[in-house]
């Protein structure tokens, strides 16, 4: 009996804790990491602060968590389209406009998991992540080398240039004052415009033809 | 008297921050800005904890302003180079190269301005530093792509991409594990491998002409 109650009760705390999660997401996509606070998420989950803190150590942690769950999607998303079918320049091509789309629709959460200046612990995990699409984009980077569709260094070293140039390429879009600027209505570069400059720039870094898609 | 005194009082508090930063830079550059505590540098300055914090409000404060200072020398270091003689493709290389350089000369200090996990103050000045590397290459950009020697995008995004590869291409090079390994006599990329592979990239990435000089 008191093993079942245990049993039961860790499943509770499974639930708890995922909810937390989904609730800290949603801040975060909806106000970046700023908006990410122990004691608002607590009230918002309903528990007392002290709950919270039994699940995750600090702001630090959840941040970090938060992040990881949001960027691994990312990362699935992207090795779909990169270990798809077609050439390899035209997956290249299309995994880059794929991930500024979704930068682009969810911009707010984006800037917060590329730039959004936070915690030493999610720095820790940016680094983690840019290695986990740096592998994705070397992957593809050999195979293309292989079969003689990239001409470029080495993989490793290059794919690395790849994921600095896409992150950095989005920041500017991404930041708080293009976004004041767009809603202001001023002239700001569009998704269409910031994803043909780095296609046309991945592409001609990695020694490939320009893809014969339309443009 | 009075006034005179004040002087006096003021000019050995500018002489005391100053000192406080050299040797603030010098733990920097020496185990990243993990070894950056506010005691133990009170304890090397010579002087109470109490008196460092009435000069810089607590660690962030400090990584900061160690951070900026650190980075502009390398803006002015690259400017210098991209704003001098020769062509722009040519200028692109020796900047790209000189960067690449100073970077390997100074491993820890370069890995803790570019990726170490620090304060969030230190990430907004990595924001703007980036910005202000990524105006010089814009301007870089503008002059190459009247000039017809660059082929590119818009030259402020081409100009982020560019930084953001740089930095990227660095971060694995830099980090610890790398050091790590290079000082257990393993194979790792060597200054030029990188510089060359950095270099090959971003001309190509820019569609200028392979350089005439010295590979």
Do not use: N
Not at 31 to 45: I, S
Not at 121 to 138: C, K, N
């Amino acid at each position: 009996m008191v093993y079942r109650l245990t049993e039961a009760r860790l499943q509770k705390d499974v639930e708890l804790r995922e909810r937390i999660l989904q609730l800290a997401l949603a801040r975060v996509a909806e106000g970046g990491f700023a908006a990410l606070t122990m004691q608002g998420l607590a009230e918002e989950a309903g528990i007392a602060t002290g709950s919270l803190y039994r699940h995750f150590r600090g702001k630090g942690e959840l941040a970090a968590e938060v992040f990881a769950r949001a960027s691994q999607r990312e990362v699935d998303a992207l090795a779909v389209v990169l270990r798809g079918t077609g050439g390899p320049a035209g997956r290249l091509a299309r995994g880059l406009r794929q991930f500024a789309r979704r930068a682009w629709d969810s911009r707010r959460l984006a800037f917060a998991l590329i730039a959004e200046p936070v915690d030493p612990e999610v720095d820790e995990q940016r680094l983690l992540y840019r290695e986990a699409y740096a592998e994705l984009f070397g992957e593809l980077l050999e195979e293309g080398v292989r079969s003689g569709h990239f001409h470029c260094g080495p993989t490793s070293l290059i794919a690395a240039c790849l994921v600095g140039a896409i992150a950095e390429s989005l920041v500017g879009p991404l930041s708080p004052p293009a976004r004041a600027a767009r809603d202001a209505g001023q002239p700001s570069p569009g998704l269409e415009q910031v994803s043909q400059a780095l296609v046309d720039f991945c592409l001609r870094a990695v020694g490939a033809p320009q893809p014969e898609e339309p443009r």
